[in-house]
T-cell receptor, first 112, second 116 residues
Framework: DADVTQTPRNRITKTGKRIMLECSQTKGHDRMYWYRQDPGLGLRLIYYSFDVKDINKGEISDGYSVSRQAQAKFSLSLESAIPNQTALYFCATSEGRTYGYTFGSGTRLTVV | AQKVTQAQTEISVVEKEDVTLDCVYE???????LFWYKQPPSGELVFLIRRNSFDEQNEISGRYSWNFQKSTSSFNFTITASQVVDSAVYFC?????????????FGQGTILTVHP
């Protein structure tokens, strides 16, 4: 099994629908992140969490919300999806001391 | 604030050519880490290297080499004798403290295409 698992891998949804992207990890890391990738813009941080009770907005949090259900689980929700949220989404974890990051395989989301 | 700039949006080379991907970063922190990731067409992010700000030694790994220069805030990546399998998007990233504590800041990415 992968260290960081994202589900679903691909999703097509309609404008206005609520959708949840899920991330689970077996690394035992406290820190988890959600990034969004758009062509020509690199990866941009949406939300991050340093432990279950610590959740912070990133640079592009508008239109998104997150839930840290447990140390190993960090979900990203789009309450009312819009077409410009079509992107590749990555979940990542990190261990503070070594600054090593582990990325999931990504979720390709299309909002039509 | 932290910033990473990869000025080359796309690079196209012919197999066996050497190619250098540029990365310039900005940070006020004295302790920071720099990364390179490769994203092949399959989409996953593949970690290539991590370098801390106190270690300016260049690094070579097979056909890959990295040139870290604090004086110019650059961390450039060279592929020697490129191969078709090197075709991918390459990202440079920065981890620093301060207001960006704990967060990885990415450059825009460089699309490398290696033609046979």
């Amino acid at each position: 099994d992968a260290d960081v698992t994202q589900t679903p891998r691909n999703r097509i949804t309609k404008t206005g629908k609520r959708i949840m992207l899920e991330c689970s990890q077996t690394k035992g890391h406290d820190r988890m992140y959600w990034y969004r990738q758009d062509p020509g813009l690199g990866l941009r941080l949406i939300y991050y969490s340093f432990d279950v009770k610590d959740i912070n907005k990133g640079e592009i949090s508008d239109g998104y919300s997150v839930s840290r259900q447990a140390q190993a689980k960090f979900s990203l929700s789009l309450e009312s999806a819009i077409p410009n949220q079509t992107a590749l989404y990555f979940c990542a974890t990190s261990e503070g001391r070594t600054y090593g990051y582990t990325f999931g395989s990504g979720t390709r989301l299309t909002v039509v | 604030a932290q910033k990473v700039t990869q000025a080359q949006t796309e690079i196209s080379v012919v197999e066996k050519e050497d190619v250098t991907l540029d990365c310039v970063y900005e940070t006020r922190d004295t302790t920071y880490y720099l990364f390179w990731y490769k994203q092949p067409p399959s989409g996953e992010l593949v970690f290539l290297i991590r370098r801390n700000s106190f270690d300016e030694q260049n690094e070579i790994s097979g056909r890959y080499s990295w040139n870290f220069q604090k004086s110019t805030s650059s961390f450039n990546f060279t592929i020697t004798a490129s191969q078709v399998v090197d075709s991918a998007v390459y990202f440079c990233a920065l981890y620093a403290g301060g207001t960006s504590y704990g967060k990885l800041t990415f450059g825009q990415g460089t699309i490398l295409t290696v033609h046979p």
